[in-house]
């Protein structure tokens, strides 16, 4: 579906709100066979259209309106002859909807299809599919579904039928007899192939957050917290008390140490329990959850206005208190492991929205480890600055002093949690589809959020706990540069440019309404089954995308390697690309049980039917995953997950097609 026909649709849905109960039928097909020889025939539709309406012609286009199209599900004893060609009064004029011109007819339409017969007995069943049109509203893609079958004597045909319709009262020897429907063969496109696909060999490409990736998120955002308010001027004085408690220089270093390891067991302890109270599956689920991503954001707007200096957000002080009394009390090692959860009660307020980012970040790994690497990279960093200290004392003297600039660092932390909080509202109103905050609508909150950035790095805003001091440091000019830079890049963005750098949280280009770019790949369905179908009837193989709304990998690779040429050729020519999201959040009609590791579950939409999935026939559960397949449904090639490398995603759709040519 492209953009502009979405957009014709929501202008349907809006102007048929008063006549919600009625179902329109302006156009109405009939189909039949014709003989023109011995062993030729046409497959003929006729439609009656309605006064206003319009019924679109054969191939006009990915970008245009729906093409009348004629699709096979099964053919025996004949096969198709040519393409589908539109007889009758077709009226060529300048769509302004669609910004091109269109063909189309109106009053009514005529379509045949030629079919040669080659065996004494044939069937052939399938449907022509056909886009209408007012001047207000259009229907969805419509099929005309037909069936003919029967035998025929091809070297006793006589040419004086030429002109009959074949049917039941045609003294022919082609006769038609009504096929059951249903009684074709149907494939089984869920039937499990993980052994199939695991004998390609190991998946190409890398994990869609590998654990060195999520490891270094976490030592960034450990970094990040170090040098706030809450943590920096305690490093002194703590590494200060560890080598005055004692006059044994080497016991002093040890109980830094200690204290540095208590850190990170603490921190690591945290990212375990996160995930076995909640379980891998379910952080996964609930990082594209509506009402969990609509707390975690409105969690960020309440953390980014206190660290503009709105409020003080501080635990309870009789925890802190209730925690130090028993560090006093206690000796050695559980005195100094005390310690350390007081830093971490104390430091909640600057640690607190960084370490839930990097939380819900990683859960959409559905890894059950991901977490604790995540927290281990942040509690490294943390506790790294207390243990060097203590090694080399003399490092102390060349600390930064407390000052100004951790106020500028914690204002600027409350900026990109800002923006970040409009990503996770993003996911949300991707999920379940409310389209209020569009790809053109983020990146105009991002280009302001960036700019005012920009413009208190330059002094040009102040906020409650800054200094008065009017010059600005180098650093903090330099960082000015780069924000207000990067706000000056998005804009193009307004106007459909991919924007590489931010495809990882912008909302898809799908979303976006006004778009000058054209190079960007969409996929032929969003339905597997109706996908499969059309390849098996176009003889062509399939990428399955699985994807997500809030998958940001999935993104960069529809981005930064999709737009690439030979890429795009190879999925818009070569394959029928499906693309499936497993975090759609539209109702089935009905919802399916199925059994699944024993267990009874519910698919209740759309996303936990495409989960199931790609976990029952590929047995993977992470984003992106592609996948190709012939048409039915076996492997052709290894898997593919994110890597960028587009030499390297060129050669594993290749290798597809080269095996599907076997």
């Known amino acids: 579906m492209t953009k502009r026909l979405f957009f014709c649709w929501l202008l349907t849905a809006i102007l048929a709100m008063p006549v919600l109960a009625q179902i329109q039928e302006p156009v109405k097909f009939n189909s039949e066979l014709k003989r023109i020889s011995e062993t030729e025939a046409e497959i003929v539709f006729n439609a009656v259209i309605d006064k206003g309406w319009h019924v679109y012609s054969t191939e006009l286009g990915d970008d245009g309106p729906i093409s009348a199209t004629f699709n096979v599900d099964n053919i025996s004893g004949a096969e198709v002859d040519g393409k589908l060609l539109p007889q009758g009064n077709e009226i060529e004029e300048m769509d302004p909807v669609f910004e091109m011109k269109v063909r189309f007819f109106e009053s009514k339409a005529t379509f045949v299809q030629k079919i040669k017969i080659t065996d004494e007995k044939f069937s052939i069943k399938g449907y022509l599919e056909y886009g209408a049109c007012n001047d207000e509203n259009c229907l969805p893609p ?70 060195i990736y999520i490891f270094l998120t976490g030592l960034a955002g450990g970094l990040l917290a170090l040098f706030t308010p809450c943590v920096w001027p305690i490093i002194p004085m703590t590494v200060s008390f560890f080598l005055k408690r004692t006059k044994d220089k080497k016991k002093g270093i040890r109980d830094a140490w200690t204290y540095g390891a208590s850190i990170v067991v603490i921190y690591l302890t945290l990212g375990l329990a996160i995930t076995l109270i909640f379980g891998a599956s379910t952080l996964n689920a609930l990082s594209t959850n509506a009402v969990f991503n609509i707390l975690f954001c409105l969690m960020l707007l309440v953390f980014a206005a206190s660290f503009f200096g709105a409020f003080e957000i501080t635990l309870p002080s009789k925890w802190n208190n209730a925690v130090d009394s ?9 005195s100094i492991f005390l310690m350390a959860f007081t830093l971490s009660l104390v430091s909640f307020s600057c640690t607190g929205p960084i370490i839930g980012f990097l939380l819900v970040e990683v859960s959409t790994t559905g890894s059950v480890v991901a977490p604790a690497i995540g927290m281990l990279g942040f509690a490294i960093a943390l506790a790294l600055p207390f243990t060097l200290f203590a090694l080399f004392p003399s490092w ?34 991707l999920a379940y589809g409310w389209r209020i905050l569009d790809r053109e609508t983020f990146l105009a909150l991002w280009i302001v959020i960036f700019a005012l950035l920009g413009m208190y790095l330059l ?78 009837a176009n003889n062509k193989p399939v990428m399955l995308d699985f994807t997500g709304y809030g998958c940001v990998n999935c993104r960069k690779m529809e981005l930064a390697v999709w737009t690439d040429q030979n890429v795009s050729k190879l999925l818009t020519e070569d394959y029928v690309l499906i693309t499936l999201y497993v975090d759609d959040k539209t109702k089935l009609a009905e919802p399916i049980k199925v059994t699944e590791n024993g267990k009874e579950r519910t698919l209740r939409t759309v996303g936990d039917k495409w989960s199931y999935l790609q976990r029952s026939k590929f047995g993977a559960n992470a984003q ?9 449904g076996m492997p052709l090639n290894k898997s593919y997950s994110y890597d960028e490398d587009i030499k390297l995603y060129i050669d594993f759709l290749e290798t597809g097609l080269k095996n599907y040519k076997k």
């Not at 082609?174 to 052994?195: E, F, H, M, Q, R």
């Not at 028993?326 to 559980?334: I, N, P, R």
């Not at 951790?406 to 996911?427: D, H, Q, R």
């Open 396 to 429: 102390l003297k060349s600390m930064p002093k407390s000052g100004g600039w951790m106020n500028v660092i914690k204002v600027t932390l409350g900026f990109l949690e800002l923006a970040f909080a409009l990503k996770f509202l993003s996911v949300a109103d």
């Open 142 to 211: 419509t099929s005309v579904d037909f069936e003919f079958g029967g035998t025929a004597d091809v070297a006793s045909v006589s040419a004086g039928n030429d002109d009959k319709t074949v049917g039941d009262n045609v003294p022919s020897a082609i006769a038609l007899t009504p096929l059951k429907i249903g009684a074709s063969d149907k494939i089984d496109y869920w039937k499990p192939v993980i052994n199939e696909l695991n004998s390609f060999g190991e998946h190409a490409g890398e994990e869609s957050m590998s654990w």
């Open 624 to 632: 992106p995953f592609y996948v190709l397949v012939d048409n039915e």
């Open 459 to 536: 002094g040009k805003i102040k906020f409650p706990h800054d200094d008065d001091e009017q010059k600005v440091s180098v650093p903090r000019f330099f960082l000015a540069m780069i924000s207000l830079s990067f706000a000056v890049y998005m804009v193009p963005g307004l106007w459909g440019a991919p924007l590489k750098a931010v495809s990882a949280f912008a909302p898809p280009m799908q979303t976006q309404d006004f778009n000058l770019y054209k190079n960007e790949v969409h996929a032929k369905f969003t339905d597997y089954e109706a996908g499969m179908e059309y390849a098996r």
């Open 326 to 334: 028993k560090a006093e009390q206690t000796t050695g090692l559980l």
